[in-house]
Nanobody
Framework: QVQLVESGGGLVQPGGSLRLSCAAS???????IGWYRQAPGIQRELVAV???????NYADSVKGRFTCSRDNTKNMVYLQMNSLKPEDTAVYYC???????????????WGQGTQVTVSV
């Protein structure tokens, strides 16, 4: 399976921004890429999806604040996170969906993720 590495997390104040990156080990041109997050006491949830054609789907909780994009020539996917809230604090993961769906099944395997902390 394609290997993915997340990066770009960090500590930001409420209202701040971060851009997360998802680097793939090989071409992901035909895959949808989903961004997920895991916070304590909350189920791992899908927050954003981008298909091979660039169509996107966002969780209601992040809609209007997060934007997913991709650069297939670089095997990269990005998640721009603006107007961050404390409740956005979580470990963020990306995963590749070979079915290229806007509503992918929850993956069975995960990378290390990247920690996002929104706090004063």
């Amino acid at each position: 399976q394609v290997q993915l590495v997340e990066s770009g997390g960090g500590l930001v104040q409420p209202g701040g921004s971060l851009r997360l990156s998802c680097a793939a080990s090989r071409s992901i041109r035909g895959y949808a890429i989903g961004w997920y997050r895991q916070a304590p006491g909350i189920q791992r949830e899908l927050v954003a999806v981008i298909t091979s054609a660039g169509r996107t789907n966002y969780a209601d909780s992040v809609k209007g604040r997060f934007t997913c994009s991709r650069d297939n020539t670089k095997n990269m996917v990005y998640l721009q996170m603006n107007s961050l809230k404390p409740e956005d604090t979580a470990v963020y993961y990306c995963n590749a969906d070979p079915t290229n769906s806007l509503n992918p099944r929850l993956p069975n395997s995960w990378g290390q993720g990247t920690q996002v902390t929104v706090s004063v």
